[in-house]
């Protein structure tokens, strides 16, 4: 089978087994084995939320470290608008690029202004599609895996845009080279990003095409220096600060940005995994046919709530949200020529080069005789366990239990309800006196009179 | 009636049940996810069982709806109490719907449903007896028996 690359990584160093994060998985791609968490490749689908489930740090985001960039003879970062939203209102992108650079960059890009360019571009490709409806922006990582694995009959919905990230990365790296008579692989592209996600979509573009990024820097990481770094710059014109700033572009750090910027009618904008579930379970229903565009983020708010981000979720928010509001009273318009931007899209400089591919789950058995005996005996299992949810054994649910079982992932006594099994060979008499007190008599009735049983 | 190359599931649907209409919907994608069932005819079977299952939320009283599943065909079967249908020919037509207002608010009432019931069947029965109830059967076949 197929490897996937994950941007996480569980240090077993740090992992104690506390199974925080097996009950938040929402794809229940976490099992922990001998006391220590492991996540299962093709389940996951790299949302982030393990990691701040995780009270010892143990799950890792694999961002790049900052040493990264003396590999390179240029390097420019690339922050996510979402770093925007990090800072008090007084502190616009401006002068956060100038901090940027102070920390080691040869230079800082605005990636709000090819946000920009891709909203126009989404424009004009909702515009011409002619196919079933709703279109489903890619922004977002976690919801084109989701789409990958749960949704494949919606993957001809997502739209096929480079995301502006790589796009900037492309266009950075073709034109630094020819300014500075460097090739381009001298040049360093490093994205500073709110979540993990973004990490494999650069090792690992969901089209599976190869990623103009050289890198991604956790904003969690470079806040505190930033921090510093702008401490020393001027106080510039607040007014000229916000003239330089794409309205379309700042809109993608927060849900509901691209369609309120671009004045879709006929849109709608989810966020936080469990809705955008419910929604995508209505459009295979064909319930949305009548929406044309559909905005989805995995993290609640949008990426202004990525699980790499610092300022709290809710103020994050309101910053870009008010910057919206300034922008859109001042009539401010510093975005790029829609006519340019036409031109680009019709020479296909904003398609991506690959396509999503489905990556649907194994099923139980590639034989459907066999899967179904299997789904069968599943639920024969399912139906002898206390469903309770306890994670003792190792799996989220007893539900999960059950499958991992059928598929010989586990064994029947890892559940602590089955444990008398294990000691009924070696001693009768202790399997007597284990079953008197035995959980399993216990699964009917409720838990608090088995504690009072037990202090008897 | 269970042999051990047929899968079944029966799910309860109560009209007016809105808070839960699309369950039973979901929970046999899932089943067909798992025992890997080509998404083509996920796609299919989900939009058939979520039409029926809407229809007994907003018109009938109480429905059993079964999912079988055998390696060469998916079977459902909804079965409901409720006031039937008197012209089902005219109830086939697409457009053809008798929801109220507030259900149109909803989005529902398309009159959409039982053709496309239809139209993702390879089988396609219903029977009504007004007063009593509606019973509708849809086959789907399965016709490779390979998973992907
Ligand atoms: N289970 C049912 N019991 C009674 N009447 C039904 C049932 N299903 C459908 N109908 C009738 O058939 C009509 C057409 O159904 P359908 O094609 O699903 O469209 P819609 O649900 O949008 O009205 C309904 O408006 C209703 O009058
Ligand atoms: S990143 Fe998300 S899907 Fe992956 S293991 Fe963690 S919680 Fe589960
Ligand atoms: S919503 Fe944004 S921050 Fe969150 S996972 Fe998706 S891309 Fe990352
Ligand atoms: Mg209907």
């Known amino acids: 089978m197929k490897e996937y690359f994950h941007s996480i990584r569980i240090d077993p160093e740090k992992c104690e087994g506390r199974m925080k994060c097996l009950r938040v998985c929402p794809t ?26 995780c009270p010892h740090g143990a799950i890792v985001p694999l ?152 890198g991604a820097i956790s904003i969690s990481d470079i806040y505190g220096p930033l921090l510093s770094a702008m401490e020393g710059i001027e106080k510039g014109s607040y007014r000229k600060a916000l003239e330089n700033i794409c309205i379309l572009g700042v809109g993608w750090a927060m849900v ?107 099923p139980l058995d590639k034989d459907l005789a066999k899967a179904i005996k299997k789904r069968k005996e599943k639920e024969h299992i399912y139906e002898s366990l206390p469903k309770i949810d306890c994670g003792a054994c190792g799996a989220p649910t007893c539900l999960t239990f059950a499958e991992d079982v ?19 060979e070696p001693s009768q008499g202790f399997s007597e006196l284990f079953n008197k007190y035995s959980f399993r008599s216990q699964t009917k009735s409720s838990p608090k009179k088995h504690a009072k049983k037990e202090k008897q | 009636m269970s042999n051990e190359n047929e899968l079944s599931h029966r799910f309860e649907i109560n009209g007016r049940d809105f808070s839960n209409a699309g369950r039973a919907s979901t929970s046999i994608k899932e089943i067909l996810q798992e025992i890997g069932i080509d998404s083509s005819i996920i796609v299919r079977a989900a939009i058939a069982s979520y039409e029926a299952e809407m229809n007994v939320v907003m018109y009938a009283r109480r429905a059993v709806l079964t999912l079988n599943v055998t390696p060469e065909k998916l079977h459902l079967k909804l079965e409901d109490e409720g006031p039937g249908i008197e012209n089902i020919d005219l109830a086939m037509k697409e457009g053809f719907s008798t929801a109220t207002d507030e259900m149109r608010e909803m989005g529902f009432g398309a009159g959409m449903g039982l053709p496309n019931i239809k139209k993702n069947a390879d089988e396609f029965e219903i029977s009504s007896t007004p ?16 998973n992907k």
């Open chain 1, 406 to 424: 059928v598929k010989a992932e586990a064994e029947l006594i890892d559940c602590i309800f089955n444990l008398s099994q294990r000691f009924k």
């Open chain 2, 131 to 146: 007063g009593k109830g509606t019973t509708i059967k849809i086959t789907i076949s399965l016709d490779s028996t390979e």
């Open chain 1, 28 to 53: 229940q791609a976490i099992r922990v084995r001998n006391a220590k968490a492991m996540i299962i490749a093709e389940k996951c689908i790299d949302c982030g939320e393990c990691i701040t489930a």
């Open chain 1, 256 to 362: 509901g940005g691209i369609c309120r910027t671009l004045r879709l009618k006929n849109s709608l904008a989810v966020s936080g995994l469990g809705e955008v579930i419910k929604v995508f379970d209505d459009i295979e229903r064909g319930k949305l046919r009548n929406i044309d565009f559909v905005e989805a983020y995995s993290c609640a708010q949008g990426c202004v709530g990525g699980s790499l981000t610092v300022e709290n979720v809710y103020i994050s928010y309101n910053k870009i949200l008010k910057l919206i509001e300034t922008l859109e009273f001042e009539q401010i318009k510093a975005c790029p020529d829609i006519r340019e931007v036409r031109k680009l899209y019709s020479q296909k400089y904003f398609f991506i080069k690959g396509k999503f591919e489905p990556r649907p789950l194994k």
């Open chain 1, 63 to 214: 961002t790049d470290p900052f040493g990264e960039l003396a590999k390179f003879r240029h390097t420019v970062a690339i922050p996510s608008p979402a770093l925007y939203a990090q800072f008090g209102r007084e502190i616009l992108p401006e002068k956060i690029l100038s901090g940027i650079k102070k920390l080691g960059f040869d230079d800082a890009f605005d990636l709000a202004l090819t946000c920009g360019e891709v909203s126009f571009a989404i424009q004009e490709y909702l515009r011409e599609y002619k196919g079933p409806k709703p279109l489903i922006s890619n922004a977002c990582p976690t919801v084109v895996r989701l789409i990958q694995v749960k949704y494949p009959e919606l993957i001809d919905q997502i739209i096929p845009i480079e995301l502006p990230r790589e796009l900037a990365a492309r266009e950075i790296k073709k034109k630094k080279s020819k300014q500075l008579k460097l090739k381009e692989k001298e040049i360093g592209t490093f994205y500073l990003t709110p979540c993990p996600v973004k990490m494999i979509s650069i090792k690992q573009p969901a089209e599976k095409g190869e990623s103009f990024l050289d």
